[in-house]
């Protein structure tokens, strides 16, 4: 079975105040990108012989393979396979819902291809984790609370569950209210600096600041508006990589320009493809250290 795992992009996000379970409410208004992640599951062949030490840190013999993806930016960077891994913690939490209700899920041999910058705000791992629910679950049904897990699993990954092209969240990430934003041309910017939420919301907390709320009906229509992301003060702030980017965007002067998520990737939002694509080239010229790409959202031509 695969699956494919779309990013996400914030289009703007307020931090309401800390809730009694240590998580934050937002409101945000999420957008899926048409960058995404690819993620395969299969039985495991076998489940003896030699393991790997990312094997033998995934639970119940599940094994994980990191596929090329021919982003050579991407590809050249580590990233870790074992059960801190969204996927392989997916696959667990399928596992044990699905036991409770009598189906058994053997050990998995899970592929992942990486398109999607991690740490980076663009919900890559959550992607990734909606997937592979989406994946055990067609490969050995059994009736489980699909949203739930979700919740259980990551903040972000309940709009990647829901697979709709944007939706205004509240709540931790839980409380989805379907919208429509026309596409979006946007030069995306990863300057290769991890931000966890978790710091990211610490930082905030010291010195906490409220932002307009997303302009929603101006997106629907079309228009473009400023972009606020209360969490991109503090970062900015704690992470000069993200300072940085900002700065290089906001020089190219091609349209509004905002944080995603707690970081550390930054956008620009061009007036159309074309425009995306050469402030993608003359960036990338400027700063092959960072990964840059012109990117395009889900939407619904026209706006609502």
Request: charged content about 25%; aromatic content about 4%.
């Amino acid at each position: 079975m695969r699956e494919v795992a779309p990013a996400k992009l914030n289009l703007g996000l307020r931090v309401l105040g800390r809730r009694d379970d240590g998580f934050h409410d937002l409101d945000s208004l999420f957008v899926r990108l048409e960058l995404a992640d690819t993620v395969g599951v299969r039985a495991r062949a076998e489940a003896g012989g030699t393991m790997s030490a990312d094997d033998r840190r995934a639970p119940r013999g599940d094994r994980l393979v990191r596929v090329p993806s021919g982003d050579a930016w991407l590809d050249d960077r580590p990233l870790t396979l074992g059960s801190d891994n969204l996927v392989l913690r997916a696959v667990e939490a399928y596992r044990r819902a699905a036991a409770a209700v009598g189906v058994v899920v053997p050990p998995a041999e899970l592929e992942l291809v990486k398109h999607i910058p991690w740490g980076a705000g663009l919900a890559g791992g959550s992607a990734d984790a909606a997937a592979t629910l989406r994946a055990v679950a067609a490969a050995w049904p059994a009736r489980v609370d699909l949203a739930a897990l979700g919740e259980m699993l990551g903040s972000d990954v309940p709009f990647c569950l829901a697979g709709g092209a944007a939706a205004r969240v509240g709540g931790r990430g839980e409380r989805l209210v379907t919208t429509e934003v026309p596409p979006l041309d946007l030069l995306l910017v990863y300057p290769g600096a991890e931000v966890s939420a978790g710091a990211a919301f610490g930082w905030w907390a010291a010195d906490p600041v409220d932002v307009p709320a997303p302009d929603e009906q101006a997106l629907r229509a079309g228009r473009r508006v400023p972009l606020h992301n209360a969490l991109e003060p503090a970062v900015a702030a704690h992470v000069p990589a993200v300072r940085e980017a900002l700065v290089e965007l906001r020089a190219l002067g091609v349209g509004p320009v905002a944080m995603s998520g707690s970081g550390s990737s930054c956008f620009a939002w061009a007036t159309d493809a074309s425009a995306a694509e050469l402030a993608a080239r003359e960036l990338a010229v400027r700063r092959p250290d960072w990964w840059v790409r012109a990117a395009r959202s889900v939407g619904v031509p026209g706006g609502a």
